[in-house]
């Protein structure tokens, strides 16, 4: 009795061994036919780009100033971060 139920252990894992290979075999040709497909999947880039707006909605502006003839200082103000008019200008 031991001996048919070993043998039986052994037809077993003769038939998994087998299709284990097989199961690699398929693997392996379904990777070579495109492997970067499948291994170095990106996703794509977008083919168009964004249309800018017109008018940023805020503007940021560099913090400098301007010296006036008469002592005082302006900084940049407006959408295009113009120095603003000086004092009796």
Known sequence: MKR???VMVMKIIGALSVFTGIIAIIFIL?????????LNHKTPLPTSTPTPTA???????TLDAKKCSDGSFVSRTGPRCEFAKCPGE
């Open 55 to 61: 008018e940023p909605e805020h503007t940021v502006c």
């Open 4 to 6: 048919q139920t070993a």
């Open 30 to 38: 379904f990777l070579s036919t495109n492997p970067q497909k499948y």
